[in-house]
């Protein structure tokens, strides 16, 4: 299909946009966007001087925006990461399903749409008060994928920068809910707001290996470095097994949240180490770790009461 045929067809180019980004909707878009409306509910403990805009404005007005936000630029870095050749072979074994292995649209015309989707998302993300962050978001997405950081063992630290990127843009975003809060380029995050933050860096970037697990195959094909594949299966779950409980206590414990709180997390984190030891599988394991994050991540709501 050319791509003049392709934006000719509305229905055809939405279907193919989804396609490209299907799976990073309830394991990414979701969690970040959930982020963004807890942690604005949370805002005094997160945001200097901040009161929390009511949760009416925040469904109605903040949520669409963070879900626009994080699914417009997830949606580039999922352009720039499948047109490669070595992604195409990867996602042959992992993802068949995806456009490019299905034959839909080939490199060539993908390329042609991330010219066009670049500018577009950074024009929406200005709008939305966070264009230095999409641009931060779009460096990274080109060290993980031109540069192949995504194949070294650095793809972690990359991916849990990212990820906190997204998470303090969806913050911004869900404080600018109500007409009467500041800009999002104005909001100051706390000091507390930057420890939180720092602590979920390093959760992200010690636990979710629990993806790499279901994508093993895929991986070795394209020759890509994953604790996995670097340090073995059985290692790599131990660790998992080992770093999930211990970053449920240390939130709870940060937050000092009550015993009933707390245990939601906990219990969600010694479910996804039982996924993951037990092998019970390891996508229906990654989509648990999502969750655990999402209950991580209302904690500052307890703090703020």
Not at 210 to 216: H, Y
Request: aromatic share 10%; charged share 15%.
């Amino acid at each position: 299909m050319s791509a003049a045929l392709l934006f000719a067809q509305p229905v055809e180019l939405a279907s193919l946009l989804w396609e490209f980004s299907e799976s990073d909707i309830p394991t990414f878009v979701l969690p970040n966007t959930a982020f963004g409306l807890l942690a604005a509910l949370a805002a005094p403990a997160l945001v200097e001087g901040a009161q929390s805009p009511s949760f009416w404005s925040l469904l109605i007005h903040g949520v669409p925006r963070m879900l626009l936000f994080n699914w417009a630029n997830v949606f580039v870095f999922e352009l720039a990461n499948q047109r490669l050749p070595e992604s195409v072979k990867e996602d042959m074994a992992n993802k068949p399903w995806r456009p490019l292995p299905r034959g839909r649209i080939s490199e060539a015309q993908t390329r042609q749409l991330l010219l066009g989707a670049v500018p577009a998302v950074l024009a929406l993300s200005a709008a939305l008060g966070v264009g230095n962050e999409s641009a931060l978001i779009l460096l990274l997405a080109w060290l993980y994928n031109d540069l192949r950081g995504g194949d070294e063992l650095s793809r972690d630290l990359i991916i849990a920068i990212a990820y906190d990127i997204f998470l303090v843009s969806s913050l911004r975003i869900g404080m600018t809910a109500t007409a009467t809060t500041t800009a999002a380029a104005s909001i100051r995050i706390s000091t507390m707001g930057y420890y939180w933050l720092a602590i979920i860096g390093c959760v992200i970037a010690t636990t979710m290996q629990v993806q790499d697990l279901k994508d093993q195959v895929g991986d070795r094909l394209r020759g890509r470095k994953t604790w996995p594949i670097v340090l073995g299966d059985e290692i790599s779950r131990w660790w998992i097994a080992a770093c999930v409980p211990f970053w449920s206590i240390a939130c709870v414990l940060f937050w000092k949240t009550p015993v009933l709180v707390s245990a939601i997390p906990v219990l969600l984190g010694l479910w996804v180490c039982a996924c993951v030891m037990l092998k019970t599988g390891d996508a229906q394991a990654w989509r648990w770790w999502c969750l655990w994050q999402v209950a991580l991540y209302g904690l500052p709501i307890y703090s703020s009461l």
